[in-house]
């Protein structure tokens, strides 16, 4: 098994990238595409940028694509930001519909009259 860094991964997008230490086999460097699909095979829920991971690759439709995933080590600071930026996300989701539920109100009072 390989191990590389997180590039990134975007978890709406359900993809990211992996930046091996070292060439494989055949000499590769290239960045490694990862799919959801391979981290849900895993029991891994999310990928933060600059986790240390350990993964197999394999050659599909003429690019490296990982096969199996494990995470070594987790980067505290990348995840302590996506804690935050979620739950920043979370706040204003809430605080839109909150608005929308007091606007909905004073136009129906309005109608009513």
Same mark, same amino acid.
């Given at each position: 098994?390989? !191990?590389?860094?997180?590039?990134?991964? =975007?978890?709406?997008?359900?993809?990211?990238?992996?930046? &091996?230490? #070292? &060439? +494989? #086999?055949?000499? +590769?460097?290239?960045?490694?595409? @990862? *799919?959801?699909? #391979?981290?849900?095979? $895993?029991?891994?829920?999310?990928? +933060?940028? =600059?986790?240390? @991971?350990?993964? %197999?690759?394999? @050659?599909? =439709?003429?690019?490296?694509?990982? /096969? /199996?995933?494990?995470?070594? !080590?987790?980067?505290? %600071?990348? $995840?302590?930001?996506? *804690?935050?930026?979620? #739950?920043?996300?979370?706040?204003?989701?809430? =605080?839109?519909?909150?608005?929308?539920?007091?606007? %909905?109100?004073?136009?129906?009072?309005?109608?009513?009259?």
């Amino acid at each position: 098994m390989r !191990q590389g860094k997180v590039k990134w991964y =975007n978890g709406k997008k359900c993809f990211g990238f992996i930046t &091996p230490d #070292a &060439p +494989n #086999a055949d000499g +590769n460097t290239d960045d490694v595409f @990862v *799919h959801s699909s #391979a981290l849900k095979d $895993a029991g891994i829920r999310f990928l +933060n940028e =600059n986790d240390i @991971v350990e993964f %197999e690759e394999e @050659v599909r =439709n003429g690019k490296l694509s990982v /096969t /199996t995933i494990s995470v070594i !080590q987790r980067d505290e %600071e990348s $995840a302590r930001r996506f *804690h935050e930026r979620r #739950a920043e996300s979370r706040r204003s989701t809430e =605080n839109r519909k909150s608005r929308e539920e007091r606007t %909905e109100r004073r136009g129906f009072a309005f109608w009513k009259k």
